[in-house]
T-cell receptor, first 107, second 110 residues
């Protein structure tokens, strides 16, 4: 099972770009990488998913190097409402979450 | 569409009591999951079901049982509740990899 490692917490300021890196050294060939966002008292919400190189949607970008042993979630121009916990998952059948990264955006 | 629904939203149990948490999804997803989240912690997988008729243990299955009643419904049962099971319980479904979560059940065992 691919285990993920992320920083426990990060601080940023409004308007800055935030990059959160996740390491997954034993990712399997057919595993996808997915990121979720969780606000207090709510279930996690899907942000973005990728397999290799770069994926971008209206919310974020996901960068995956060629060896796929890590991935970086990029949030452009964060606002106070982006304060949340962000989880990186390597998809296999049992979908295990790690501890996540607690992002705090300051004014 | 309602997405993923969970009942009840809140529950208080005494040690030793039993209860079943209900989860249903209307997205025709094959896979369903139960997680628990303790205060300030990440989600931990209790059980999952990759398809109707199958269930598998996750990280923390002890003290719980599950039933995949049909494609829509996946229930979680606590046979003899313990204070250590005080937590927020989330149900999720996916097909194949993007998970959709329910609103959670906040369970307190005294």
């Amino acid at each position: 099972l691919a285990k993920t490692t992320q920083p426990i917490s990060m601080d940023s300021y409004e308007g800055q770009e935030v990059n959160i890196t996740c390491s997954h050294n034993n990712i399997a060939t057919n595993d996808y990488i997915t990121w979720y966002q969780q606000f207090p008292s709510q279930g996690p919400r899907f942000i973005i998913q990728g397999y290799k190189t770069k994926v971008t949607n209206e919310v974020a970008s996901l960068f995956i190097p060629a060896d796929r042993k890590s991935s970086t979630l990029s949030l452009p121009r964060v606002s106070l409402s982006d304060t949340a916990v962000y989880y990186c998952l390597v998809n296999n059948n049992d979908m295990r979450f790690g501890a996540g990264t607690r992002l705090t955006v300051k004014p | 569409n309602a997405g993923v629904t969970q009942t009840p939203k809140f529950q208080v149990l005494k040690t030793g009591q039993s209860m079943t948490l209900q989860c249903a999804q209307d997205m025709n997803h094959n896979s369903m999951y139960w997680y628990r989240q303790d205060p300030g912690m990440g989600l931990r997988l209790i059980y999952y079901s990759a398809s109707e008729g199958t269930t598998d243990k996750g990280e923390v299955p002890n003290g719980y049982n599950v039933s995949r009643l049909n494609k829509r419904e996946f229930s979680l049962r606590l046979e003899s509740a313990a204070p250590s099971q005080t937590s927020v319980y989330f149900c999720a479904s996916s097909d194949p990899w993007e998970q959709y979560f329910g609103p959670g059940t906040r369970l307190t065992v005294t």
